[in-house]
């Protein structure tokens, strides 16, 4: 099983070999650096928690740089665990980056979503709103009653409403691998993969 961490670089144009003109996410893979090894024996299940992106050690807080140190790592930003059955020969220490993928392959890409702020139900819906004429008045963009009749004499969970739009989890299942550069660690993947430029992405190859 490869995984590794990234980071969503933009969007730019690939010429397959048929010359076919593919859409392609950019994306830098690692390098990153396996942090610590968990097993069933010690832990009650096998993973591998891997770093990703340098950073100083004056922004990381005690408990994080007692943690990498043990391990023989430098200090690093991001940490994540990933879960395996089998943990083959990977050490602590060892680096993991876009050699670990090839041209063909087909990834499980997992981000956050653009932030879009707080956003009313015609932009976080699609909500139609009533007409304009008609003794229609005030409520242009509104997003209508929510109370129900005396029974139930509540508003439902999940109800359709104004509020925090983005910036949620988002997994996007089979994305192709059309080039791998590794010794600039970028991928370049078929299509979009969540999140904003330069955000975080968890890279895992998809299991068929």
Known sequence: MSFALGKKLGMTRFFDESGNH???????????????????????YNAIQIGYQKTKEKSLNKPRLGHLKKSGTEPVRHLKEFRIDDLGDHKQGDV???DRFEAGQSL??????????????????????????????EVKRH?????????????????????????????VKNLSV???????????????????????????????
Not at 30 to 35: D, E, K, M, Q, Y
Request: proline share 6%.
């Open 96 to 98: 993991l980056g876009a």
């Open 108 to 137: 499980t890409i997992t981000g956050y979503s653009k932030g879009r702020g707080f956003a009313g139900v015609f932009k976080r819906y699609g909500f139609h709103g009533p007409n304009a004429s008609h003794g229609s008045h």
């Open 178 to 208: 059309m080039k791998v550069i590794p010794e600039h660690n970028l991928v370049l993947i078929k299509g979009a993969v969540p999140g904003a430029r330069n955000s975080l992405l968890e890279i895992v190859l998809s299991q068929r």
């Open 22 to 44: 593919v859409p392609v996410t950019l994306v830098e893979v690692g390098p990153c650096w396996i942090t610590q090894i968990k097993t069933v024996p010690n832990d009650g």
């Open 143 to 171: 997003g209508g009653a929510i109370g129900a009749h005396t029974d139930p004499g509540k508003v439902w969970k999940g109800q359709k409403m104004a509020g925090h739009m983005g910036n949620a989890r988002v997994t």
